[in-house]
């Protein structure tokens, strides 16, 4: 192991060296001496100056052009947006390790896997602000298109028909700082909350189904969205997500998701038409509240109960499921409440 790390790093010093060398701009001639200024003047060529910028195989020097405009004062680098290192001292490569590991774990876990696996010291700092960076130009682009998406300006996505397409939707409560809560009521009276609901969607296909008829999701075919926001907001998410694994091109068209009267009302705006299935798990947990309230603290009973009306759920006969529901009597006000709702 001790040869195999220093040869890297002997590999990395001599690759540093080199892009050392390429980074080297000349003094620009005489004809180029001059670019345009963001205030509507001109900026002058005024010398060569250098930065460090830590890139893929370490750090290395950049000397660059130098331009001042007389009239705002200022300066620029336009070899820095060529490179697109304008205002960081990390390279691209440098940039997507620092997301790749700022998104799956803790940032400082984040640092070791850059000092381990690519040889490079960053500081834990710099794997947050450079994740988040990214993490922002990537919801920017998204609200961008999510703004065609209103405006009905997207590009028409071609490709073979899709037998079937499914949409689905859920909320979760993720925990946060205490400053993402401030104002914000708890799910106990009194208490302040100590999560933000995250709104999560993906969109899959299935062509086959296994012995006994039941549908297989098609490996891979998974994507995935999802933002701490309002339901209208990822309403619009959700359906560009769809759009763009093309929605248009599906013949049969299908949401999936919980009891939850958010996501079937953006399901009647986004996706008018399609088959609307609330999920056989969520269904079985409406059952499994209501055995409760019907037989509290007798967990046998509502065993007893929850099997002969699950059968009935399981094999799809709904509507004798629903019958048998409001035929059971009680003089329990909340029991009756209960029966209602589900």
Known sequence: EASEM?????MHRAGAAGLTQLLQFPVPPAEQRTVSCSCGHTAHYQELRSKPVLTAVGKVEVSRPY???????????????????????????????????????????????????????????????????????????????????????LPVVVGKPIPVLYVEMDGTGVPVVRKETVDRQGKTDGQPAHTREVKLGCVFTQTSYDKE???????????????????EEFGK???????????ERAAKKVVLADGAEWIWNLADLHFPGAIQIVDLYHARQHLWELARKLHPNDAVKQKAWMKKHQRLLDKGKIEKLVLTLRAIDSTNPEVIEKLRTE
């Open 6 to 10: 220093m040869l890297r790093s002997a």
């Open 67 to 153: 331009y001042l405009c007389g009239h705002c004062h200022h300066g620029q680098f336009p070899a820095d947006v060529e490179l697109d290192i304008e205002n960081t001292e990390f390279s691209p490569g440098v940039r997507r390790m620092h997301a790749l590991v700022g998104q799956d774990a803790p940032f400082d876990h984040g640092r070791e896997q850059m000092k381990v696996l690519a040889g490079l010291e960053v500081t834990t700092k710099s794997v947050e602000r450079t994740a988040e960076a990214i993490g922002e130009d990537i919801a920017q682009r998204e609200q961008e298109e999510m703004q065609k998406a209103i405006q009905l300006d």
């Open 213 to 231: 008829g039941f549908p297989i999701r098609d490996p891979g075919s998974t994507t995935y969205t999802g933002a701490i926001e309002t339901a």
């Open 237 to 247: 998410r959700i359906y560009l997500e769809a759009y763009q694994r093309g929605w």
